[in-house]
């Protein structure tokens, strides 16, 4: 059961030692969308834009990295499976154990350590010499990728009040996946080896701008609850309504990584297979994607402030997704360029990722907000194993467009069914408890 405990008061009630203070929470409107400039929004933007950086610079520098260790032909996409994979489920792994942490000992501690152990893993994977070390790094840099956004989000959500919620992780998200953008000018510009050590000094130059972060007063309130348990994973499967919970704020996610793990990744494939006039690269198909999914976020984000709902806005992005599906596999043979506007457009449609990960965050009490928030998109980002393991199946008795329709259909239908089942947060007050049974 839910118990809708009060924590504490709400950060403008609450007095604080000055040492710990972050801002007092405004009262009125104009107040609190000045909030949503505040440092620790900002900090979170800005992780999250490293985060993405090298979440994607993978699927951008993965035919030169692997035609490097003398890979060819088909091998290129069975061993480029084998990496996202080994990456993904780093981020499986790596959800669990930051999103624990996060409520055990702050979302802050988790930002830092998930930041610093995917920079070191980008600075050797700049040095990698053979395949087997190269999936082995990927696995560890996925665990470090894991924690940044969930503990943004949280961090985000608990700090600025209801009303504005929406859009300060409008802001995080639409900055963040910006750096998808910086990956493909980097990867272009430099060899995808000193393209990864770059993302690696990017990391550690962003601990810097956290030292003058502190926790929400939400989660420091918690801590000095010495009944309240946090972070327990197994409570999100020990009560049936908890655990539908969490499964549909998952599936609501998985289309857009169904968009990004296979059509975007191996965007070079499907182009030449529907017959694309001119060459395709992953690197730029990316790069459009994630364009679109700038203005995407911000635009589902706003949108959700405009309609005050989380779950219309997600609805219709939705909506967009399976049209731009449907436009990518039925363009025929068009130019490079129109190819390019229908992953812009998919981006664009995938816009509803901040949305999907604050409905995740808003759907459960302060002592379980950090380990959903958390492990919710890094288990979604995940369902790219089975998925891209279920496509590599389907090749070999169907067609490579047939293969991803079948599995983008399944992705769709499981999505809307579980958006039904979800509770409408943008007006819920998150102050407040899971209590176990």
């Not at 007006?427 to 049974?437: P, V």
Request: with cysteine; glycine share 10%.
């Amino acid at each position: 059961m839910i118990s809708h405990n009060r924590l504490h008061q709400p950060d403008s009630q609450r007095s604080f030692p000055p040492q710990k203070k972050i801002h007092t929470m405004p009262t009125d409107h104009t107040a609190n969308l000045r909030q949503v400039f505040s440092l620790p929004v900002i900090v979170a933007a800005l992780g999250y834009f490293v985060d993405i950086y090298d979440l994607v610079l993978f699927s951008i520098v993965r035919v030169p990295s692997l035609k490097s260790f003398g890979l060819a032909g088909p091998e290129l996409i069975s061993s480029g499976v084998f990496l996202l994979n080994m990456q993904m489920a780093g981020m499986l792994i790596g959800g669990i154990i930051w999103g624990v942490l996060g409520d055990r000992k702050g979302r802050l501690k988790i930002m830092f350590a998930s930041i610093f152990l995917y920079s070191i893993a980008n600075f050797a994977n700049g040095m990698v010499c053979s395949l087997p070390a190269y999936a082995a790094l990927r696995f560890i840099a996925g665990i470090g990728l894991a924690g940044e956004l969930g503990a943004g989000i949280t961090l985000v959500s608990e700090v600025l009040h209801q009303s504005v919620r929406g859009y300060g992780t409008m802001l995080v998200a639409s900055v963040g996946v910006s750096g998808a953008i910086l990956a493909n000018l980097v990867a272009t510009a430099f060899d995808w080896r000193k393209a990864f050590l770059i993302g690696g000094i990017l990391g550690l130059l962003l601990l810097i701008t956290r030292i003058k972060v502190a926790d929400s007063g939400m989660f420091r309130a918690m801590e000095e609850k010495e009944n309240v348990s946090r972070g327990n994973f197994l409570a999100l499967f020990s009560d049936r309504q908890r655990f539908i919970r969490y499964l549909n704020s998952i599936l609501i996610g998985v289309p857009i990584w169904f968009v990004v793990g296979i059509l975007i990744t191996f965007s070079p494939e499907f182009a030449k297979s529907l017959g694309i006039s001119g060459p395709v690269t992953a690197g730029n198909a990316v790069m459009l994607c994630y364009l679109g999914l700038i203005f995407g976020d911000f635009s589902s984000g706003l949108l959700s402030q405009v309609l005050k709902s989380r779950k219309k806005v997600v609805f219709i992005f939705m909506l967009l997704t399976m049209a731009g599906i449907g436009l990518y596999f039925l363009q025929g043979s068009r130019s490079p360029a129109f190819f390019y506007g229908v992953c812009c457009f998919l981006g664009f449609a995938g816009g509803y990722w901040a949305i999907f990960v604050t409905v995740a965050a808003e759907q459960f009490g302060t002592n379980l907000r950090a380990t959903v928030a958390t492990t919710v998109p890094n288990f979604v980002r995940g369902m790219v194993v089975p998925i891209t393991t279920i496509f590599q199946l389907c090749r070999s008795y169907f067609s490579l467009e047939t293969s991803a329709l079948l599995i983008g259909g399944v992705c769709m239908a499981v999505a809307l069914l579980a958006l039904t089942k979800l509770e409408e947060t943008f007006h819920k007050d998150l102050d407040y408890f899971e209590e176990y049974l």
